[in-house]
Protein backbone atom coordinates (compact mmCIF):
# COMPACT_ATOMS: atom_id res chain seq x y z
CA UNK A 1 0.00 0.00 0.00
CA UNK A 2 2.90 2.39 -0.34
CA UNK A 3 1.80 5.73 -1.75
CA UNK A 4 -1.64 5.55 -0.52
CA UNK A 5 -3.09 7.44 2.39
CA UNK A 6 -5.93 5.98 4.50
CA UNK A 7 -7.40 7.90 7.02
CA UNK A 8 -8.89 5.88 10.47
CA UNK A 9 -10.52 7.52 13.21
CA UNK A 10 -9.66 5.82 16.65
CA UNK A 11 -11.63 6.67 19.41
CA UNK A 12 -10.46 6.22 23.00
CA UNK A 13 -12.82 3.66 23.74
CA UNK A 14 -11.46 1.33 20.85
CA UNK A 15 -8.99 -0.12 22.46
CA UNK A 16 -6.20 -0.53 20.90
CA UNK A 17 -2.83 -1.15 22.16
CA UNK A 18 0.09 0.95 20.51
CA UNK A 19 3.16 -0.97 19.41
CA UNK A 20 5.39 1.84 18.05
CA UNK A 21 5.34 5.23 17.67
CA UNK A 22 7.02 6.90 14.59
CA UNK A 23 7.61 10.95 14.25
CA UNK A 24 5.09 12.44 11.58
CA UNK A 25 8.50 14.36 9.95
CA UNK A 26 9.93 11.47 8.11
CA UNK A 27 12.41 12.65 5.10
CA UNK A 28 10.16 13.05 2.06
CA UNK A 29 9.78 9.57 0.99
CA UNK A 30 10.18 7.14 3.68
CA UNK A 31 7.38 5.47 5.56
CA UNK A 32 8.87 3.77 8.99
CA UNK A 33 5.56 3.33 9.94
CA UNK A 34 4.05 1.44 7.17
CA UNK A 35 6.86 -0.25 7.07
CA UNK A 36 6.91 -1.73 10.48
CA UNK A 37 3.13 -2.33 10.09
CA UNK A 38 3.98 -4.41 7.32
CA UNK A 39 6.54 -6.51 8.97
CA UNK A 40 4.19 -7.12 12.23
CA UNK A 41 1.42 -8.18 9.36
CA UNK A 42 3.49 -10.68 8.16
CA UNK A 43 4.04 -11.96 11.64
CA UNK A 44 0.35 -12.35 11.41
CA UNK A 45 -0.55 -9.39 13.54
CA UNK A 46 -3.43 -7.52 12.56
CA UNK A 47 -1.23 -4.11 12.59
CA UNK A 48 -2.65 -0.35 11.70
CA UNK A 49 -1.35 2.79 11.35
CA UNK A 50 -3.26 5.88 12.65
CA UNK A 51 -2.26 9.51 12.87
CA UNK A 52 -1.91 11.03 16.29
CA UNK A 53 -3.12 14.02 15.62
CA UNK A 54 -1.82 15.76 19.26
CA UNK A 55 1.17 14.31 19.07
CA UNK A 56 2.15 14.58 15.32
CA UNK A 57 3.08 11.27 15.29
CA UNK A 58 2.20 7.99 13.54
CA UNK A 59 1.11 5.27 15.44
CA UNK A 60 1.33 1.26 15.05
CA UNK A 61 -1.49 -0.33 16.52
CA UNK A 62 -3.14 -3.47 17.24
CA UNK A 63 -6.90 -4.04 18.78
CA UNK A 64 -6.29 -4.65 22.44
CA UNK A 65 -7.28 -8.22 22.41
CA UNK A 66 -4.34 -9.59 20.63
CA UNK A 67 -1.46 -11.06 22.11
CA UNK A 68 -2.97 -10.02 25.60
Given at each position: ?39 RRA ?12 SDA ?11
Amino acid sequence: MQGQRFTVEVSAGMGAKVLERFPAGSPRGSWPAEEYAAQRRAEGESATVVMDLKSDAFLVVVPAGDDD
